[in-house]
């Protein structure tokens, strides 16, 4: 049977904290007792863990061995901010394909209001992305960056396999965009750039080519920017992972 997975909100190397939420889960719905064991992510290594204590909003476990666990995808996704629901829906499902960080970025066609609301919501998708770690059986938690604009997100881009999915691209696939890449360096990071709703200005394509990002395309079809990014990462996942 598969034991449940917890996420350590504090740890030691020899202890590890549940708090808030997570903890009040455990010690009053599934009634927490001393002496249950549980897999436990502490500091991105997977424990078997022993509960000592259950008391008032925590529950504290010893760290046991150390259990073998996938890595996450080495994977950096920005995502240009488009409908609240839909992003929320795109950062949970990269979250469960494996991506290793988000950056939301302020692209000139992301829709005014959601681009003065996006730091706000910033904590809730953190939130999103620990729940969907927890519950596809993740080690690690995707950092979700603060919203930035797409200038300083490429100034600080260190990747060196650099993907842009651009619907004026009708050539090169990002399949082959990938395969050309492994021939070409030994380091597997890449970074993939998902779009807005009504996509890329043509002054953000020509920044992009200024930074050395490849534009590739998923096919024929105009697919919802949360939809291209599913359906890229998995490709990402099956290429690099």
């Known amino acids: ?39 436990v ?20 476990f010893a760290l046991h061995e150390e259990l073998e666990s996938d890595a996450a995808l080495p994977l950096h ?21 494996g ?22 919501r910033v904590e809730r998708w953190r939130r999103i992305a620990l729940e969907a770690s927890k519950q596809s059986r993740r080690t690690t938690i995707p950092e979700i960056a603060d919203p930035v604009g797409l200038k300083q997100a ?4 260190q990747s060196p396999t650099r993907i842009l999915l651009s619907e004026t691209e009708q050539g090169t696939t990002l399949s082959s965009a990938l395969a050309n890449a492994k ?3 030994q380091e597997s990071d890449t970074a993939l750039a998902i779009g807005p709703e009504g996509g890329w200005t043509p002054e953000e394509m020509a ?15 105009i697919l919802r920017a949360e939809t291209a990014a599913i359906a890229a990462i998995a490709i990402v996942g099956s290429s690099i992972g």
């Open 183 to 185: 021939t070409s360096t």
């Open 207 to 221: 920044l992009f080519v200024q930074y050395q990002w490849q534009p590739v395309t998923l096919g024929p079809r």
């Open 41 to 60: 992510v502490a500091g991105g290594f997977l424990h078997r863990a022993e509960i000592t204590n259950v008391g008032d909003g925590e529950v504290v």
């Open 1 to 39: 049977m598969t034991r449940r997975r917890w996420i350590a909100d504090a740890w030691t190397p020899t202890t590890a904290t549940l708090t808030g939420e997570q903890a009040a889960h455990l010690a009053r719905v599934l009634r927490a007792e001393p002496g249950q064991i549980f897999d």
């Open 154 to 157: 490429l100034d600080e881009e």
């Open 99 to 120: 991506v290793f960080r988000i950056t939301p970025i302020l692209a000139r066609r992301t829709e005014k209001h959601l681009a003065q609301a996006a730091a706000k």
């Open 77 to 97: 996704l920005l995502l240009a901010v488009f409908k609240f629901d839909h992003m929320e829906w795109a950062i949970e499902k990269a979250t469960e394909l």
